[in-house]
Structures are given as structure tokens and as C-alpha cells.
């Protein structure tokens, strides 16, 4: 009788499953929160926010505006309230709204390098942790296979594909997700093959799980993290080529329009319409930039060992420098 309640006792003193994982979300701050602790990323995840909202919402909007042509408004300069809401960032040779054609721009840059990214992360992702888990023939086949496809420089393949046949928005998602595939095939196959030696990669093995399901449950959740990090650097050296090839003129050919291609369209008004060119030009900056910084804070807030970099309070920490300094002079 006493041991029943000497249990039961101790039974009902035990926390239970819900109050044991909000105590363990209490002690692990989430990514938001993490993310909002890090000024240039939060800045950095805004703006590429902001250019998502503006690619789906922009051109529903604007689209009319963009292809309004007004000789009476020829190279107006930017910035001039006379010219109005329109013209805030001047127009174009044929009187059109830099305004609204970057607007529109950012929906066709966008469609081109996303897509490309997805399809070049879930193809290699998936056959470099194939290959890194079953190892041997297949493993040597898959390698030499994406040392093929890297042996051509990826722009140069893609100018003399696209010279070849019709330069279109879907011949260069295909031809940019075809030469950045070995990308994510290396780096998932190095992340896979290093889990075999792994307690519970074995553990899994031993007790008789499939290889699909090893795959599914314990090797692709630990590999996702570096692969997503991967891809946000990638979706910037995506759309610079994307921005490349439709400076090239083999890119995004008209009447659709993209930064790349509004770059090269106002190459020849530098001198007299420099932001036909800059203006674009600082976007497609801008975003590469926002991209990298996030990717930065993601290599880091997606790896254990460096996580607790983003928790720390920078203002105790300088605090207890400042106290460590005082005491170092007054023991001295």
C-alpha cells in the first residue's frame, strides 16, 4: 500500500509530455526569434520578403503601367516629383515607367531562377543521397557522371545551347537546373556518405529497416539544412547568369522583360540615361546581396555546433568583457 503510493505520488510529480515540451521550446529559442537577433539578416530576409510580395502582387498591379508608352516623357530622370507616382524612378527611351518595368522584371527574374533552383536541389539532392547511402558501383557512376556535367563551364554551355535553339524562359530554367545539378549531388553525397558510420543509421540497419525508409527518416532531415543554405547561394549565381545571358541577348527576348535584360536594353544611354542600366542593375545587387547575408545566418543557425553563436546576448557578453577588462586593471 505504501509503495502504491509512494508511486503514485511520484508518478503525478513527474512532468507530463506536454509541460516537458513547452519547457524545452522555452530553452531553445526559435528561428524567428534567433533570426530577429541578427539586424542584417532580419534586414536581408525582408527585402527578399519584399521582392517575393512584389514579384506575385507587382504585376497585377503595374502591368499596364509597364507597357504604357509616352514619347512627351522620353529619359525623364528619376526622382522628380513633377513627373509623378509613375515616374519616380524616371522612364525609359519609349516614355515607359522604370518604375513598373522593374516591377514586372522581378516576376520573369524570379520565374527563371526559383524554378531552376528547386529542380536542380531535388534531382541532385536526391541522387547524391542515394548514391552516398548504397556506396560502390553506383556511387563511382553518379561522380563521374556529375564530372562530366562540370567540365563545361555552366555559362558557356548555356550560351552555346540557348545560341543553338530558341532562347525562351524555359530553355534556360532547364539548361541553368542541368548544370547545377553535380552541385547538390556532391554535397549530398558527402553529407550522406558520412552518416553511415552514425549510431543510429546503424542502429536502423541492424533492427531491419528498408533502405528507402533509412533514407527518408534519418538521412535526408540532416542533410536539408546544408542543402537549403546551398540553394540560397545558388539562387544568386542563378539569377546573375540569368541576368548574363539576357545581357548577351539570348536571355529573355521581348516583349517580356527582366533585369538582365534592362541592363543591356539601356547600355547605350549611359551617358545620357544612366539609370536605365543602374537602376536594374542595383536590384539585381541588392537581392544577391540580401541572398548571400541570409544564407550566412542560415549555415549558421541550422548547425548545432554554431547555434548557440545566435542565442548569446551581445549585450552581456560586451558587459562581461567591460567587467573582465576593469578587473584585469585593478588586479594589475
Not at 15 to 31: I, Q
Not at 118 to 144: D, K, P, T
Not at 166 to 192: F, G, K
Request: charged residues 15%; contains cysteine.
Amino acid at each position: 500500500m505504501s509503495e502504491t503510493t509512494t508511486t503514485a505520488a511520484s508518478g503525478s510529480a513527474l512532468p507530463s509530455k506536454a509541460e516537458a515540451r513547452r519547457a524545452l521550446r522555452a530553452g531553445k529559442p526559435s528561428m524567428i526569434k534567433m533570426l530577429l537577433r541578427d539586424k542584417f539578416a532580419t534586414v536581408a530576409a525582408l527585402f527578399l520578403s519584399l521582392v517575393v510580395l512584389v514579384a506575385i502582387f507587382g504585376p497585377m498591379l503595374m502591368g499596364s503601367i509597364a507597357v504604357k508608352q509616352d514619347l512627351m516623357f522620353m529619359n525623364r530622370a528619376p526622382f522628380d516629383p513633377a513627373n509623378g507616382w509613375e515616374y519616380i524612378l524616371g522612364s525609359d527611351a519609349l516614355g515607359r515607367s522604370m518604375l513598373a518595368r522593374i516591377v514586372v522584371a522581378t516576376r520573369t527574374t524570379l520565374l527563371v531562377a526559383v524554378p531552376a533552383v528547386l529542380a536542380a536541389m531535388v534531382i541532385g539532392s536526391l541522387w547524391g543521397v542515394w548514391a552516398g547511402y548504397h556506396r560502390g558501383r553506383r556511387e563511382s557512376i553518379s561522380m563521374r557522371i556529375a564530372d562530366i556535367i562540370m567540365s563545361f563551364p555552366s555559362l558557356l554551355l548555356a550560351v552555346v545551347v540557348l545560341f543553338v535553339f530558341s532562347p525562351s524562359a524555359a530553355n534556360i530554367v532547364l539548361i541553368l537546373a542541368i548544370t547545377r545539378i553535380p552541385i547538390y549531388m556532391r554535397t549530398a553525397r558527402a553529407e550522406s556518405a558520412e552518416l553511415q558510420s552514425r549510431t543510429f543509421v546503424d542502429a536502423a540497419r541492424t533492427f531491419g529497416t528498408r533502405p528507402a525508409s533509412i533514407i527518408a527518416r534519418h538521412v535526408v532531415p540532416v542533410v536539408i539544412p546544408t542543402l537549403l543554405t546551398l540553394a540560397t547561394l545558388e539562387f544568386c549565381f542563378v539569377m546573375l547568369a540569368e541576368s548574363s545571358l539576357s545581357f548577351l541577348g539570348i536571355g529573355i527576348q521581348p516583349p517580356d522583360v527582366s533585369w538582365g535584360l534592362m541592363v543591356a536594353q539601356g547600355r547605350q544611354y549611359l551617358q545620357t540615361a544612366w539609370w536605365l542600366s543602374i537602376l536594374p542593375g542595383l536590384a539585381i545587387v541588392l537581392t544577391a546581396v540580401a541572398a548571400n547575408v541570409l544564407a550566412a545566418w542560415m549555415r549558421i543557425a541550422t548547425d548545432p555546433a554554431q547555434r548557440w553563436r545566435l542565442t548569446v546576448d551581445k549585450q552581456a557578453v560586451k558587459s562581461m568583457k567591460k567587467s573582465s577588462i576593469k578587473d584585469a586593471r585593478q588586479g594589475s
